[in-house]
């Protein structure tokens, strides 16, 4: 998979910019607050329409402008591709894929798949389970659209259903429709469950040799996916997993009614991480948080070659910075076999050792790079 060419208008700090990537490994090197980050949120954009840093559309647009374009060329499943994403501050995002306007933003990500490594994911070991389970959808939206129609429509019943918990006093009536909102989230729950189960097997067994292998000491690193309790088996058909989501459902009726809010379902679920047999939360040491982060996003790549046949694009942003020195060796050594772009501060013995085209971000501008 390869990211050809992308044309920024209006997004974030960029007015009018264009960039060409060549095969292997692109730097993108700046000082801070140039617009590195920005681009990489905009290739990011393109596998589905969802930013990782953005709380609401506005924040891409660029001020005073009504919209936001993002215009690509991507090689994929051996032909070419034109995305074109238009971004208005109101309404709903559109996107063309080949001329075609696209029904559904997940659709996106049947084109273009990318793995992305932020400073923010060293934190992921240290996070609540949330962090995990964003981990966990933004894979899996990729991989499987289904996945993300589930997870939108589970998402969207939650809601409704934390509405009507919260509302049932001022408006008891209703009370009556919320047995049809459990019965809907298992069903699309149990779908969730189970591509989530899958994905969790394959992501431990990948992880567990890429942490050995960076830390060169034997480091166990183990992921078990944790749901509900109810739930014997989360690789169980969907009709199993939805009876089971039922009974702790209904088991958790009262418990519901009298906190107001939701208490059961994959909303819940975590990834529950161990170094050495201590849970990596609690106990894990500065190098092996990093490194088990490090771990669990090339495990990430490696699913999507197996699953794909081709790698997706790499994005590493400011990474070099927050590794030691034995760590940042593994990460340039493991940029080989597809496209990767790395954002950076550091303009010289490190990006030598990468041996990519380097391009200078500044002020929203984009120019080659004399290293």
């Given at each position: 998979?390869?990211?050809?060419?992308?044309?920024?208008?209006?997004?974030?700090?960029?007015?009018?910019?264009?960039?060409?990537?060549?095969?292997?490994?692109?730097?993108?090197?700046?000082?801070?607050?140039?617009?590195?980050?920005?681009?990489?949120?905009?290739?990011?954009?393109?596998?589905?329409?969802?930013?990782?840093?953005?709380?609401?559309?506005?924040?891409?647009?660029?001020?005073?402008?009504?919209?936001?374009?993002?215009?690509?060329?991507?090689?994929?499943?051996?032909?070419?591709?034109?995305?074109?994403?238009?971004?208005?501050?109101?309404?709903?995002?559109?996107?063309?894929?080949?001329?075609?306007?696209?029904?559904?933003?997940?659709?996106?990500?049947?084109?273009?798949?990318?793995?992305?490594?932020?400073?923010?994911?060293?934190?992921?070991?240290?996070?609540?389970?949330?962090?995990?389970?964003?981990?966990?959808?933004?894979?899996?939206?990729?991989?499987?659209?289904?996945?993300?129609?589930?997870?939108?429509?589970?998402?969207?019943?939650?809601?409704?259903?934390?509405?009507?918990?919260?509302?049932?006093?001022?408006?008891?009536?209703?009370?009556?429709?919320?047995?049809?909102?459990?019965?809907?989230?298992?069903?699309?729950?149990?779908a969730v469950i189970r591509y989530r189960a899958f994905f969790?097997?394959?992501?431990?067994?990948?992880?567990?040799?890429?942490?050995?292998?960076?830390?060169?000491?034997?480091?166990?690193?183990?992921?078990?996916?944790?749901?509900?309790?109810?739930?014997?088996?989360?690789?169980?058909?969907?009709?199993?997993?939805?009876?089971?989501?039922?009974?702790?459902?209904?088991?958790?009726?009262?418990?519901?009614?009298?906190?107001?809010?939701?208490?059961?379902?994959?909303?819940?679920?975590?990834?529950?991480?161990?170094?050495?047999?201590?849970?990596?939360r609690g106990f894990a040491s500065q190098g092996q948080t990093?490194?088990?982060?490090?771990?669990?996003?090339?495990?990430?790549?490696?699913?999507?070659?197996?699953?794909?046949?081709?790698?997706?694009?790499?994005?590493?942003?400011?990474?070099?910075?927050?590794?030691?020195?034995?760590?940042?060796?593994?990460?340039?050594?493991?940029?080989?076999?597809?496209?990767?772009?790395?954002?950076?501060?550091?303009?010289?013995?490190?990006?030598?050792?990468?041996?990519g085209a380097a391009f200078l971000v500044e002020g929203g501008?984009?120019?080659?790079?004399?290293?």
């Amino acid at each position: 998979m390869q990211l050809e060419a992308i044309r920024l208008s209006h997004f974030r700090n960029y007015q009018d910019a264009s960039l060409s990537f060549p095969e292997g490994v692109t730097i993108l090197a700046g000082e801070n607050a140039q617009g590195k980050t920005n681009l990489l949120e905009a290739i990011f954009l393109l596998t589905g329409g969802r930013s990782w840093r953005a709380g609401k559309r506005g924040d891409l647009i660029s001020f005073h402008q009504s919209q936001a374009q993002i215009q690509a060329k991507v090689f994929s499943r051996q032909r070419e591709f034109r995305m074109d994403l238009t971004l208005p501050r109101t309404g709903k995002l559109q996107s063309i894929v080949n001329g075609v306007k696209q029904k559904r933003q997940s659709d996106l990500s049947e084109v273009f798949r990318c793995v992305l490594f932020s400073p923010e994911d060293l934190y992921l070991i240290r996070e609540g389970p949330a962090a995990r389970r964003r981990f966990l959808d933004t894979a899996l939206c990729q991989l499987r659209p289904r996945y993300a129609l589930a997870l939108g429509e589970y998402n969207k019943l939650l809601e409704h259903k934390a509405k009507i918990l919260r509302m049932q006093e001022e408006n008891p009536s209703l009370l009556a429709v919320l047995p049809d909102f459990t019965r809907r989230m298992a069903e699309c729950g149990a779908a969730v469950i189970r591509y989530r189960a899958f994905f969790a097997e394959k992501l431990a067994r990948e992880a567990y040799q890429i942490q050995q292998t960076i830390s060169g000491c034997g480091e166990e690193l183990l992921a078990e996916y944790q749901t509900v309790s109810t739930v014997k088996d989360p690789k169980a058909s969907e009709e199993a997993i939805e009876g089971w989501l039922l009974e702790h459902a209904e088991s958790h009726e009262k418990a519901e009614l009298a906190a107001g809010q939701c208490l059961t379902g994959p909303h819940k679920d975590d990834l529950l991480l161990t170094v050495n047999g201590s849970a990596a939360r609690g106990f894990a040491s500065q190098g092996q948080t990093r490194t088990a982060a490090l771990a669990l996003k090339f495990a990430e790549r490696e699913i999507f070659k197996d699953d794909q046949g081709e790698y997706p694009v790499m994005l590493l942003d400011d990474v070099l910075s927050e590794l030691d020195s034995r760590r940042q060796e593994y990460l340039i050594g493991k940029t080989g076999g597809g496209q990767v772009i790395i954002t950076c501060c550091e303009r010289t013995q490190r990006l030598r050792q990468l041996q990519g085209a380097a391009f200078l971000v500044e002020g929203g501008t984009i120019a080659p790079l004399n290293q």
